[in-house]
């Protein structure tokens, strides 16, 4: 697949001030961390897996195929870089997996009979609330 501790050397990290509830601790430290990673410049990644990711992580990525995570779940500012270090990684080894193609396969005959059964129910059913025809 690709060598985690090479793809580490290539993200870069940057601290920022967390938001929310935290008091005065919020507006003096910087524990928020902000991950980010240059998919096109990377060469760890080869050139089919860089194209599986752009189009698996679309809607992730911007227009210069940067990838931004964020965390700023915890007080530590160690914890949350190690916590968007796992995300990363699971984030790109579950998108590194090509999806297997799917096979159609007939609808079974018992099934398309139990339809067909229902149907035919359901149309007697209906047509016994109607009222007798008398000629």
């Keep these: 697949m690709f060598d985690e501790q090479a793809i580490l050397n290539e993200l870069a990290f940057k601290a920022v001030r967390s938001s929310g509830a935290g008091g005065q601790h919020v507006n003096k430290t910087a524990s928020k961390v902000e991950l980010t990673f240059d998919l096109e410049s990377s060469e760890i990644l080869s050139e089919e897996q860089k194209e599986l990711l752009k189009t698996n992580l679309e809607t992730r ?3 210069a195929f940067v990838l931004i995570l964020q965390c ?17 990684l699971e984030l790109i080894k579950t998108n590194l997996i090509e999806d297997k193609e799917r096979i159609p396969t007939k609808t079974p005959k018992a099934v398309k009979r139990k339809r067909l059964a229902n149907k035919r129910k359901k149309s007697e059913k209906k047509s016994n609330r109607k009222p007798p025809q008398i000629d």
Excluded at 72 to 88: C, D, L, M, P, T
């Design 61 to 63: 990525l911007t227009k």
């Design 72 to 88: 700023g779940e915890s007080r530590s500012q160690h914890k949350n870089k190690a916590i968007v270090i796992s995300r990363f």
